[in-house]
T-cell receptor, first 115, second 115 residues
Framework: DAKTTQPNSMESNEEEPVHLPCNHSTISGTDYIHWYRQLPSQGPEYVIHGLTSNVNNRMASLAIAEDRKSSTLILHRATLRDAAVYYCILHPWADRGSTLGRLYFGRGTQLTVWP | EAQVTQNPRYLITVTGKKLTVTCSQNMNHEYMSWYRQDPGLGLRQIYYSMNVEVTDKGDVPEGYKVSRKEKRNFPLILESPSPNQTSLYFC??????????????FGPGTRLTVL
């Protein structure tokens, strides 16, 4: 199963941009890159996803390397509410040996935001 | 309101006493999944279901059972709980995993303690 590697923790100051990296060197051509985050005492929530091109939404931007072996989640102006664990996961959009529903979240990156 | 509900939210039990954690979603989602979360290990998938009557193992299925008799419900069964199953459990659902866009909606979590 394709897996991802993320730093255990990162820190940022409030209102500064944050770049959260994710390595996925074994990514398949049928894998989407998804990001979720988990606020304290809550279940994970969807942030953004992409396949090949960079993506923007109201929460964040996703920059995907040309070879797709890495990606970066960008929070343009971190707030205290962005302090959370961020997970980068790969999700196949086509069946690969019956692994379509099997998702690997890993340990994620704990983001600390300082006021 | 579209949501995933889990019951109970907190449970303390003893070794060997069968228990069921219920999960229900009101979004007509095909895909449902169970995760456990332990300190330092992130989220690990236990079982998932692509649709009614279709279930499959995730990364840590030992000691758990699931069933999917109706679309909205996906109970997690611990036939003989043991202390190493003490954990925080999350249920999640998604419309369809076959498209690559697979925003999962997570429940609030069930904190289980097995003495």
């Amino acid at each position: 199963d394709a897996k991802t590697t993320q730093p255990n923790s990162m820190e940022s100051n409030e209102e500064e941009p944050v770049h959260l990296p994710c390595n996925h060197s074994t990514i398949s051509g049928t894998d989407y890159i998804h990001w979720y985050r988990q606020l304290p005492s809550q279940g994970p929530e969807y942030v953004i996803h992409g396949l090949t091109s960079n993506v923007n939404n109201r929460m964040a931007s996703l920059a995907i390397a040309e070879d797709r072996k890495s990606s970066t989640l960008i929070l343009h102006r971190a707030t205290l509410r962005d302090a959370a664990v961020y997970y980068c996961i790969l999700h196949p959009w086509a069946d690969r040996g019956s692994t379509l529903g099997r998702l690997y979240f890993g340990r994620g990156t704990q983001l600390t935001v300082w006021p | 309101e579209a949501q995933v509900t889990q019951n109970p939210r907190y449970l303390i039990t003893v070794t060997g006493k069968k228990l069921t954690v219920t999960c229900s979603q009101n979004m007509n989602h095909e895909y449902m999944s169970w995760y456990r979360q332990d300190p330092g290990l992130g989220l690990r998938q236990i079982y998932y279901s692509m649709n009614v009557e279709v279930t499959d193992k995730g990364d840590v299925p030992e000691g758990y059972k699931v069933s999917r008799k109706e679309k909205r419900n996906f109970p997690l069964i611990l036939e003989s709980p043991s202390p190493n199953q003490t954990s925080l459990y999350f249920c999640a659902s998604s419309l369809n995993v076959g498209t690559g866009y697979n925003e999962q909606f997570f429940g609030p979590g069930t904190r289980l303690t097995v003495l």
